[in-house]
């Protein structure tokens, strides 16, 4: 089992909708978390980061934390052709090594 | 965010020769910066930490004496992959950690893609 699962996609939305990202995980120390947008080719761009359980809002962004059930999800609102890239979770204990989903792919269709 | 850069960005060399990429943190002194690699469809995959005045620390299974990383300055990383061979071809990403913040807020460069033919 990996340490971090994610759904790779690709995810296709009209421009508009909600868009919910997630990602499940394995190992009890994870306490930061973290999204990032990498568009091809590109390096990944730090969306935001959590600590513990929780939600954080940025703008159209909303990530959200559930410990308990080992969940994380980030939601993006009036989603956007520009939002169209792939959305990498990772993870970490804070000062540890950065684990990292496979990322999902995702589409957002003017 | 925090600006890192990475130069060049995409490389074609011949099997057996050596490639250096640098990795700079523009607008902060970065005292650790990460070297990733990136295959397609799969995660980013850590292969070292760098410490600045240091030896970098290598992740298992991850050549150090093929992937030469030296961290000269505060705002500068370098990668050398030695005696490439096309199997060396990929994506490789640096990242640069916030100055007293955790692993959890690093930047990343824009990748340098090296084809080894």
């Known amino acids: 089992q990996k340490e971090v699962e994610q759904d790779p996609g690709p995810l296709s939305v009209p421009e508009g909708a909600i868009v919910s990202l997630n990602c499940t995980y394995s190992?009890?120390?994870?306490?930061?978390f973290m999204w990032y947008r990498q568009y091809s080719r590109k390096g990944p761009e730090l969306l935001m980061y959590?600590?513990?359980?929780g939600n954080k809002e940025d703008g159209r962004f909303t990530a959200q934390v559930d410990k308990s059930s080992k969940y994380i999800s980030l939601f993006i609102r009036d989603s956007q052709p520009s939002d169209s890239a792939t959305y990498l979770c990772a993870m970490s204990g804070g000062y540890q090594k950065v684990t990292f989903g496979i990322g999902t792919k995702l589409q957002v269709i003017p | 965010g925090a600006v890192v850069s990475q130069h060049p960005s995409r490389v074609i060399c011949k099997s057996g020769t050596s490639v250096k990429i640098e990795c700079r943190s523009l607008d902060f002194q970065a005292t650790t910066m990460f070297w990733y690699r990136q295959f397609p469809k799969q995660s980013l995959m850590l292969m070292a930490t760098s410490n600045e005045g240091s030896k970098a620390t290598y992740e298992q299974g991850v050549e150090k004496d093929k992937f030469l990383i030296n961290h000269a300055s505060l705002t500068l990383s370098t990668l050398t992959v030695t005696s490439a061979h096309p199997e060396d071809s990929s994506f490789y990403i640096c990242?640069?950690?916030?100055?007293?913040?955790?692993?959890?807020?690093?930047?990343f460069g824009p990748g340098t893609r090296l084809t080894v033919t």
């Open positions: 959590t600590y513990s359980s």
């Open positions: 990242s640069a950690r916030v100055p007293g913040q955790g692993t959890y807020e690093q930047y």
């Open positions: 190992n009890s120390a994870f306490q930061y």
